[in-house]
């Protein structure tokens, strides 16, 4: 309608002044409801054409959408484990900080697998007290061994010089040969012994001992995985845990944590524009947003990202082949748009409806060398079809409230 009048000011209008003042015909006479499109027919036929192509270029060149939300991070309150509740500590619109605990799940099972992990590492410590006993036994066989080698050897030199004058019978030498190679081995088997028990201290051990640990380690892990705790700074919605309840990581979330002092997180504003308009829309374009919760405001923005893709034609693996015609309704092109100004969204409901005007802006190609000045005549008449949209915006939120409470009977 505001551009119907628009256009008939520049043709309508002046085509009926020239009709009933310069040609002096009059309205109700000449000018009847009959002769109105002989009369009038270059008049309404222009302003017919230019109203079509001024909402064509307004709509295309600077955007509109009624499909914006102020969307909020919301993160699921999920424990790493399944279990029943055993204790709550906060209840549900609480604020809570970082690393508190929300609910503790049952853990008994949790504190008597530490209590085995414990029980273990115990077990090899006491191990490694015994193997150090072993190493002194040991040390003192080969000792023992080591003398009694050194007997068997005196004795056998002695009747070795005594056999040689008669004195002894040689297979007396003989036995104590014999005996002296027993001896060797035997202080050979002492020294094994004493290795196997340095490698039972120096390998063994330590690595029993580093797998009772990680154990009890993990146990503990396990245990601390029974107390879930806020992951930052928020408020707790949806949150009606009873002691008794079952959570499940997979089927079933304990409640609903908003991220910031006021639960609110970082509200970000994302709008929906078609696809004819994904060659206008780019990073960096002056945008407007009115929103139902916070009425008659004009809220300056700006597009911060441009989504290069559109959602409706993301295709999954799947057992069946995906059919494009099941696909009926054209995606939309999604644009992040952040406040110009500090605090811009300050009083807007996180998850509220706005709508969005995004304005196309040729100033920095206007200064560009090489511009003929037909070009430069269109692009500033892309740039002053501006203020159309942007008085459309104001009547549509000078009209919200009402629209909303009176027409919608909300």
Known sequence: MLELLICSLVTLLPDYLFRRYGQGKRLGHEITLYSVWFELRWGLVTCVLLTLSLITAVFYFHPATSTAIAVFRAVPILPDTSGRVAEVHVHGSEQVVAGQPLFILDDRSQRTALERARREVAEVDAAFALAKADQAKAEAHIIEAKWQLQQAVDEYETKLQLARTNDVARREVERLKILVNT?????????AAKWAVDARLTELLPAERASAEAARQQAEVELAKTVVRAGFNGRVEQFLLQPGDVVNPMLRAAGVL??????????????????????????GMIAEAVCISRPWVVIP???????????????????????????????????????????????????????VNAYTSNHERLQQPGVGAMQAVGLHAIDTLVLVHAMLLRVQALLLPFKTLVFAGH
């Open 258 to 283: 908003l991220p910031g002092d006021r639960g609110m997180g970082t509200v970000q504003l994302i709008a929906g524009f078609g696809q004819i308009e994904a060659q206008v829309l780019r990073p």
């Open 301 to 355: 923005m700006v597009v911060t990202r441009t989504q290069g893709f559109i959602a409706s034609g993301q295709m999954r693996s799947a057992d069946q082949l995906q059919d494009v015609q099941q696909v009926v309704r054209p995606g939309g092109v999604q644009v992040v748009l952040a406040p110009l100004y500090e605090n811009g969204l300050e009083g807007v409901v996180p998850g509220g409806n706005c709508l």
């Open 183 to 191: 001896r060797d081995v035997g202080v050979a088997a002492a020294t």
